[in-house]
């Protein structure tokens, strides 16, 4: 319940960062951001997104030691192990957004002045820089694999473990029991990581309306599926 906790965290910031003044946008005609609000808002919304990766990667060790290590849990999931799982999932998230907002703010923005998207979302910020981007897209895919894509692996690996680990269990009703234990983050974890990859795994290759959609229920959907997935199953 203490990294439970602070997925919860991640969703509620995650969606207040942008959802309240992209609605209050849609009763506007003229739809204005600052340039300090904009960084901000790009800022948060790739840092808490990065977060969430890593916490639901320390979400899937959790599962595979409860499952696979019963007995050495209390000693390989200690409260200061938790702790420091925590600090660093946030600390790596967000320093990897400051990187990037660094990088990217240091670009020239000679041209227009409308980002065609609901908030501040990295890429769409990328397209009005004068200069070549080439770089920053290459940045934003290693740090992708890194933050994304590697951990995916990770929480592949990890249930590979947890469902041999299963499959040892003679009775089909403590095999039930056992994987419906893992049953809700598993649910995330599918939700979460199908609508990353369609986003920005190819980054060049986008179509702006759908990017839209995806990025409304990447920000605003999923967040709100979450509680209730979880509180379903218990």
């Given at each position: 319940?203490?990294?439970?906790?602070?997925?919860?965290?991640?969703?509620?910031?995650?969606?207040?960062?942008?959802?309240?003044?992209?609605?209050?946008?849609?009763?506007?005609?003229?739809?204005?951001i600052?340039?300090?609000?904009c960084?901000?808002?790009?800022?948060?919304?790739?840092?808490?997104?990065?977060?969430?990766?890593?916490?639901?990667?320390?979400?899937a060790?959790?599962?595979?030691?409860?499952?696979?290590?019963?007995?050495?849990?209390?000693?390989?999931?200690s409260?200061?192990?938790?702790?420091?799982?925590?600090?660093?999932?946030?600390?790596t998230?967000?320093?990897?957004?400051?990187?990037?907002?660094?990088?990217?703010?240091?670009?020239?923005?000679?041209?227009?002045?409308?980002?065609?998207?609901?908030?501040?979302?990295?890429?769409?910020?990328?397209?009005?820089?004068?200069?070549?981007?080439?770089?920053?897209?290459?940045?934003?895919?290693?740090?992708?694999?890194?933050?994304?894509?590697?951990?995916?692996?990770?929480?592949?690996?990890?249930?590979?473990?947890?469902?041999?680990?299963?499959?040892?269990?003679?009775?089909?009703?403590?095999?039930?029991?056992?994987?419906?234990?893992?049953?809700?983050?598993?649910?995330?974890?599918?939700?979460?990581?199908?609508?990353?990859?369609?986003?920005?795994?190819?980054?060049k290759?986008?179509?702006?309306?759908?990017?839209?959609?995806?990025?409304?229920?990447?920000?605003?959907?999923?967040?709100?599926?979450?509680?209730?997935?979880?509180?379903?199953?218990?």
């Amino acid at each position: 319940y203490f990294l439970l906790s602070n997925l919860s965290l991640v969703d509620i910031w995650a969606t207040s960062s942008f959802v309240p003044f992209m609605l209050v946008n849609f009763l506007k005609t003229q739809r204005i951001i600052s340039f300090p609000g904009c960084a901000l808002q790009m800022y948060l919304t790739l840092a808490l997104g990065s977060t969430e990766c890593l916490l639901l990667v320390v979400m899937a060790y959790d599962r595979y030691i409860a499952i696979c290590k019963p007995l050495r849990y209390p000693e390989l999931m200690s409260g200061q192990t938790c702790m420091l799982m925590a600090v660093l999932s946030w600390g790596t998230g967000f320093a990897n957004s400051l990187l990037h907002s660094i990088v990217i703010w240091r670009l020239p923005f000679c041209g227009h002045n409308v980002i065609n998207h609901f908030f501040c979302e990295i890429l769409a910020v990328l397209q009005l820089a004068c200069e070549d981007i080439s770089f920053n897209v290459l940045l934003f895919m290693v740090a992708t694999i890194v933050l994304s894509m590697t951990p995916f692996l990770l929480i592949c690996l990890s249930y590979i473990y947890i469902l041999a680990t299963i499959l040892r269990v003679p009775s089909a009703e403590g095999r039930r029991k056992t994987f419906s234990t893992c049953s809700a983050h598993l649910t995330v974890v599918v939700i979460f990581y199908g609508t990353v990859s369609f986003m920005y795994v190819n980054p060049k290759a986008k179509d702006p309306v759908l990017d839209k959609i995806i990025a409304l229920f990447y920000g605003a959907v999923i967040p709100s599926l979450n509680p209730v997935i979880y509180t379903l199953r218990n």
